[in-house]
C-alpha cells in the first residue's frame, strides 16, 4: 500500500514559481515511477512529468524547459519544480505512483490547486 500526500500548491502571478511536493508512505517507492499530473476544469487530466526509478524524466510539451521534476528516495518524496508559471497552467495537480509487483499498482494522491493569474 502506498499513500501520497500532495503540498506546495498555491496562487501565484504568471511568471512566478512554485515547487510542488509529494510524500509517499510505503516500502516501494524507490522502484515507482512517480508522475505529476493535472486536471484543469472541463478538462481531462494529463501527464505533466514524471520520473523513472533511475530519474530518468518524461515531461509533456507543454511544459518542458519550464517545470523540472526530481525525487529524492531517501525522504520518499518527488518534486515538481514549476518556473515561468502561465494561466494556462492553473489546474488541480495530483501526484501518481506507479510500480510492478506481480501486476502494475497505481496511488494516486489527493491533489493540490495551482492557480496562476495574469
Known amino acids: 500500500q502506498v499513500q501520497l500526500v500532495e503540498s506546495g500548491g498555491g496562487l501565484v502571478q504568471a511568471g512566478g514559481s512554485l515547487r510542488l511536493s509529494c510524500a509517499a508512505s510505503?516500502?516501494?517507492?524507490?522502484?515507482?515511477?512517480m508522475g505529476w499530473y493535472r486536471q484543469a476544469p472541463g478538462k481531462q487530466r494529463e501527464l505533466v512529468a514524471a520520473?523513472?526509478?533511475?530519474?530518468?524524466?518524461n515531461y509533456a510539451d507543454s511544459v518542458k524547459g519550464r517545470f523540472t521534476v526530481s525525487r529524492d528516495n531517501a525522504k520518499n518524496t518527488v518534486y515538481l519544480q514549476m518556473n515561468s508559471l502561465k494561466p494556462e497552467d492553473t489546474a488541480v495537480y495530483y501526484c501518481?505512483?506507479?510500480?510492478?509487483?506481480?501486476?502494475?499498482?497505481?496511488?494516486w494522491g489527493q491533489g493540490t490547486q495551482v492557480t496562476v493569474s495574469s
Open positions: 501518481n505512483a506507479r510500480y510492478y509487483s506481480g501486476s502494475f499498482m497505481d496511488y
Open positions: 510505503g516500502r516501494f517507492f524507490s522502484i515507482s515511477v
Open positions: 520520473i523513472g526509478s533511475s530519474s530518468s524524466t
